[in-house]
């Protein structure tokens, strides 16, 4: 919210009211604002499915998958610095604007190191740094996007609509990137050193546009002076705050089930599946369905409250999970429709997680006075990261029995049924532990609603002490 100016003469003050300070924003500006989720979740793909396989296949470094590992392990430590650094940034660009334009070249230029820069004679040390460095501006550009996303429109179902079309707006992004992934492994000749090159081509056109329609496009409501917290204060609120302990928990078991599928996918459907060419394309569609189910999860959620519909969302990803078990191998058609089907709930769950870490920041506010969305989505991204750890250890637990993916499917039997039991167990579990932790939570819209009155209500009275007497 714009700082309001007093005018007139002597000891009378009139405010002025800010633009849009109804909180009311077009279409057409959402739009524009979710606009560099497109490239930056596309981005989060490769980093899960594609880059630590063709680490550890294409250039040679066997501990691929352990340097992700790593990266993600660190962020514990970076994500939440970034994201309290970015709450106390004062600019006249605001605080989240100001964020997505520095982080967006210097991820541009990590994003060519690491899909185009490095060769096989780099070395691992080479490696370890452009992952991490790669990791730390994704999430200073992330968390950025989050907390402007989670103060755009400030109401519980407002919030639900913004991050709805950031989702949608971020799928188009994933099924983009995925859709040139299977046009050019299906290329002849073609490699998934090719496949690499294509995605980092991709990202390095997209990251630069998206970023320019969202800031010259939108603006960014200004927010009052922030209550300083020293560290330790801050982890007290953070640890006292109820709503958010659960949130992350569900977030961190929902990362769990996505960086187990997403790391084991393509071992999957091309070893025992046998879609060897196809394995892309399957997941284009996974993606797509994926895209065409937010709408319906955004409604779900504003029908019976976002943790129900987020309940519903996981519990239907374990059954459908489960379903891959029967697909048939080497039927296309009919294993195109099941992944069809198991992706409809794809959005849903990233959707109102972050929908519900939005509504948790109000009541830190309360508490503390301070707005710290960067602190808490910087929170919300570090444990989806070690979250995701589980698919690259998962990875190194079947390559210590094993495994081994220059085998392909003439790995041993009892190798590929491991393979299978952790593919599809490990996310199911996670997913159904997921839904029966937001039984009975309490933040729901009539809890928000209160919590953001009391908020607005403070602010205008510590406007009116600061101001004085307002004559209308």
């Known amino acids: 919210m714009r700082s309001p100016r007093s005018l007139g003469t002597g000891r009378e003050k009139i405010l002025t009211a800010p633009k849009k300070s109804d909180g009311k924003i077009s279409i057409l500006e959402i739009a524009a604002f979710a606009a560099p989720a497109a490239p930056l979740l596309a981005l989060g793909l490769p980093t899960i499915m594609f880059l630590p396989q063709y680490f550890i296949r294409d250039l040679g470094i066997e501990a691929g998958a352990a340097i992700?590992?790593?990266?993600?392990?660190?962020?514990?430590?970076?994500?939440?610095?970034?994201?309290?650094?970015?709450d106390r940034t004062v600019s006249k660009w605001g605080r989240r604007r100001f964020w997505l334009a520095v982080?967006?070249?210097?991820?541009?230029?990590?994003?060519?190191?690491?899909?185009h820069g490095l060769t096989s004679s780099s070395g691992m040390i080479a490696a370890t740094i452009v992952v991490l460095a790669l990791f730390s501006a994704f999430a200073s550009m992330m968390i950025a996007h989050l907390g402007w996303a989670g103060e755009l429109v400030p109401t519980y179902h407002g919030r639900t609509r913004v991050l709805g079309i950031v989702q949608i707006v971020s799928l188009v992004g994933q099924v983009g990137v995925l859709a040139l992934a299977a046009y050019v492994q299906t290329r002849p000749g073609a490699t998934e050193a090719d496949v690499i090159e294509a995605m980092g081509w991709f990202l390095l056109i997209g990251l630069p546009i998206t970023t320019a329609i969202a800031l010259f496009v939108v603006p960014e409501r200004q927010t009052p002076p922030q209550t300083h917290l020293s560290v330790i204060a801050s982890l007290r609120a953070v640890w006292r705050n109820t709503f958010a302990r659960r949130v992350l928990l569900v977030d961190l078991l929902f990362g769990f089930a996505q960086g187990i599928a997403g790391t084991l996918f393509v071992f999957y459907f091309q070893y025992i599946l046998g879609f060897e060419n196809t394995s892309n394309l399957l997941l284009f569609i996974y993606f797509v369905a994926g895209l065409i189910g937010v709408p319906l999860w955004m409604w779900i959620g504003r029908r019976w409250g976002k943790h129900r519909g987020l309940q519903g969302a996981f519990v239907y990803t374990a059954v459908t999970t489960l379903m891959i078990v029967i697909m048939p191998a080497g039927n296309f058609p009919l294993v195109a429709v099941g992944m069809a089907i198991a992706g409809l709930a794809q959005g849903g769950g990233i959707l109102l997680t972050r929908a519900l870490m939005a509504d948790v920041v109000d009541a830190d506010e309360l508490e503390t006075g301070a707005r710290r969305s960067g602190l808490y989505f910087g929170l919300m991204l570090t444990t989806s990261k070690i979250a995701i750890i589980a698919g690259p250890l998962t990875l190194v637990v079947l390559q210590l029995i094993g495994f081994d993916a220059g085998l392909g499917g003439q790995n041993s039997d009892a190798i590929l049924f491991a393979l299978g039991a952790l593919f599809i167990g490990g996310p199911a579990l996670f997913a159904l532990l997921a839904a029966a932790l937001l039984q009975n939570y309490p933040l729901d819209e009539a809890r928000q609603a209160e919590l953001h009155a009391a908020i607005v209500a403070r602010q205008a009275a510590n406007n009116e002490n600061t101001l004085g007497p307002v004559t209308k």
């Open 103 to 115: 982080s967006c070249p210097l991820l541009m230029f990590f994003v060519w190191w690491a899909f």
């Open 68 to 86: 992700f590992a790593l990266a993600r392990l660190l962020d514990v430590f970076i994500d939440p610095a970034i994201g309290s650094l970015q």
